[in-house]
């Protein structure tokens, strides 16, 4: 079982800046692919970006390629999501999530288990 806890958003102009972080628990963090995903007010949750359990791998949407990196701290159970350059389409709630896989997972059907989101908000 892990249970993922997201932190981080809020709202920023367009141009800014924010980190999100997801906190797991137990001890198997480093087992999971991790992987965030949003969700748009009226629109499908879509797939942001994944990082193998090693973190050695990345996978990006190409709507946020060269603007968010993910990266994780396996020592500290915890995932990240740093993104720049926002924009207003980048408004959503994000989720982050965890896959039994050691690859990088960028289908949301294979993770198993998910956080409860944090709000990003981005003015134009």
């Known amino acids: 079982q892990v249970q993922l806890l997201e932190s981080g958003g809020g709202l920023v102009q367009a141009g800014g800046s924010l980190r999100l972080s997801c906190a797991a628990s137990g001890r198997t963090f480093r087992s999971y692919a991790m992987g965030w995903f949003r969700q748009a007010p009226g629109k499908e949750r879509e797939f942001v970006a994944a990082?193998?359990?090693?973190?050695?791998?990345?996978a990006y949407a190409d709507s946020v390629k060269g603007r968010f990196t993910i990266s994780r701290a396996n020592a500290k159970n915890t995932v990240y999501l740093q993104m720049n350059s926002l924009k207003p389409e980048d408004t959503a709630i994000y989720y982050c999530?965890?896959?039994?896989?050691?690859?990088?997972?960028?289908?949301?059907?294979?993770?198993?288990?998910w956080g409860q989101g944090t709000q990003v908000t981005v003015s134009s």
């Open positions: 999530a965890a896959a039994p896989f050691t690859g990088v997972v960028v289908t949301s059907t294979q993770y198993n288990y």
């Open positions: 990082i193998s359990s090693s973190g050695g791998s990345t």
